[in-house]
């Protein structure tokens, strides 16, 4: 079995399964071709989701590990960011309209926060399925050992570090519970979130003039004005952004229509849902990444940034104006409406 882990005959798989309609059992046919000593015990006492829900954990687990890899880099380099430009004031806004003044760094210490909330994977309550047996009673394990307890412990223990993992889930049907997919891709909704939030942001202030995203020489905004620069690595994470919020959806209705012990109405949606979430998010990134590039990222036009600092300044003013008012003795309801 050992020696045949890597030789897999994905042909008489595929042949098999046009034949008997069941993926799982067509591989285990597949593995019997190529190790016949071993075919009369291979899949003893498990089920299909012994095999397919062990490697969804186990595969999640290791993209998540890239997500996070990745998110890393991205708030690193918006803390750069942050810090570089943390002197600099500029307009802030509330209804989008001018309001006080803020920095170019701080408003980016927006961004690095909720990318930093959503950094929280909980990866060490990502849990194996172990072997549960098809209804998660361990019922055909307890038959194999023969009603050793203990026995039926220490091999759930024994997949559990062969996998990489120091826990399974205490309790199961035949599946783990839906409610992990739904977590799972509620985290990478929430970076989803935290992504378009930024590219919205910065989509503005580029309409503003004051930070653009990297324009390359040669690039071309649009095909019928040559002036134009428009934003699309932005408006890109935006777009998948709204993908992945939605597709969080999937798991959310799989989770709640699992009836009993298991149904099959999760398999083919969770395939499609939970990977097209992490692609959906690693392209995000990826974009992000670009985008932030402490050497050919954001560009931070200071002299617009002035400028429309200035044409508001004196409506800002308006708010100190009252402070000092109030402390000589003033009602602030009053100078409240004489300034208004």
Known sequence: LEANIDNIDYAAAAEREKLVRHDVMSHVYAYGLVCPKAAGIIHLGATSCYVGDNTDVIIMRDALKVVKRKLVKVIDQLAKFADKYKAMPCLAYTHLQPAQLTTVGKRATLWCNELLMDLDFRLANLKLLGSKGTTGTQASFMELFHGDTDKVKELEKMIAEEMGFDAVVPVSGQTYSRKMDYQVCSVLAGIAQSAMKFSNDIRILQSFKEIEEPFEKNQIGSSAM??????????????????????????????????????????ANKRISVAEAFLGVDAILNIMLNVTDPDNGLVVYDKIIRRRVMAELPFMATEN????????GGNRQELHERIR
């Open 226 to 267: 040559a002036y134009k620069r428009n934003p699309m690595r932005d408006e890109r994470i935006t777009s998948l952004a709204r993908y992945v919020i939605c597709d969080v959806l999937n798991p959310a209705f799989t989770a709640g229509t699992q009836w009993f012990e298991r149904t099959l109405d999760d398999s």
């Open 321 to 328: 104006i009252m402070m000092d008012a109030v402390e000589k």
